[in-house]
């Protein structure tokens, strides 16, 4: 029925995320991802919802 964020996309829940504070805006390209990396963020909402559908 509804999406876990309210959002239409993966991209839409991570930009979300960022207007909240929550991810950063920019990725450091660290060879380990950080806790509020983007990409690792789209990358688990691409995740979810995969698995929801």
Request: hydrophobic share 30%; proline share 4%; charged share 40%.
């Amino acid at each position: 029925m509804g999406n876990k964020h309210g959002a239409k996309s993966p991209a839409d829940t991570v930009r979300k995320l960022m207007k909240a504070g929550k991810v950063k805006k920019k990725c450091c390209r660290s060879s380990s991802r950080c806790k509020r990396c983007p990409v690792r963020a789209l990358k688990k909402a691409k995740a979810d919802f995969k698995k929801a559908a």
